[in-house]
């Protein structure tokens, strides 16, 4: 079955520390994204790709980085820089041209600042 | 960029009707999605308005008029697993850039 896959689904970070989320999928999909979801706040846009070796900075980029070295991939950053990374964190994917369902979203990946 | 707006909250009783309303500022307009999303899960999608009028769709239903800026998701029939986080979102075109922008979500409550 197609689908998207984000690894690991509770991560926690130290102080200082870099840590990646993953974010896979076989859906054929030419278009990424990362999206920051806090408390009582809509999604908002971290980085996107809509081609390979191609991505684009969203509305929240600063502390955070990304890659898309293959279709298939497109894992995420979280850097020192980042001072309030705790949060839950949501990988997407579509066709470039759009489509009438929007988004495939994976399962999610809460992060944590201990 | 859009301006998307929703309630926060809404509380309704099981087997009733709930209506939660959207609205949105958008240049390049190319959809309004909305999805479902139960807490500490990935939003699911429920519809989707491209032209004027109502999409029915089971239980669901939902409404845009464009030149309001405006859309409804219609939740009949409510049930406890209705209880979760709706998303507004909004598909703007711009130089072959199909990215959505969401709604802070509304968040129903069904009680017995």
């Known amino acids: 079955d197609g689908g998207i896959t984000q690894s690991p689904k509770y991560l926690f970070r130290k102080e200082g520390q870099n840590v990646t989320l993953s974010c896979e999928q076989n859906?054929?999909?030419?278009?990424m994204y990362w999206y920051r979801q806090d408390p009582g706040q809509g999604l908002r846009l971290i980085y996107y790709?809509?081609?390979?070796?191609?991505?684009q900075k969203g509305d929240i980029a600063e502390g955070y980085s990304v890659s898309r070295e293959k279709k298939e991939s497109f894992p995420l950053t979280v850097t020192s820089a980042q001072k309030n990374p705790t949060a839950f964190y949501l990988c997407?994917?579509?066709?470039?041209?759009?489509?009438?369902?929007?988004?495939?979203f994976g399962s999610g990946t809460r992060l944590t600042v201990v | 960029g859009q301006n998307i707006d929703q309630p926060t909250e809404m509380t309704a009783t099981e087997g009733a009707i709930v209506q939660i309303n959207c609205t949105y500022q958008?240049?390049?307009?190319?959809?309004l999605f909305w999805y479902q999303q139960h807490a500490g899960e990935a939003p699911t999608f429920l519809s989707y308005?491209?032209?004027?009028g109502l999409e029915e769709k089971g239980r669901f239903s939902s409404f845009l008029s464009r030149s309001k800026g405006y859309s409804y998701l219609l939740l009949k029939e409510l049930q406890m697993k209705d209880s979760a986080s709706y998303l507004c979102?909004?598909?703007?075109?711009?130089?072959?850039?199909?990215?959505?922008?969401f709604g802070a979500g509304t968040t129903v409550t069904v009680r017995a």
């Open positions: 958008t240049s390049g307009f190319n959809g």
């Open positions: 790709s809509q081609i390979v070796n191609d991505f």
């Open positions: 997407a994917s579509s066709l470039r041209a759009g489509n009438n369902y929007g988004y495939t």
């Open positions: 308005n491209v032209l004027d």
């Open positions: 979102a909004v598909r703007d075109r711009k130089s072959n850039d199909y990215k959505l922008s």
């Open positions: 859906l054929n999909h030419d278009a």
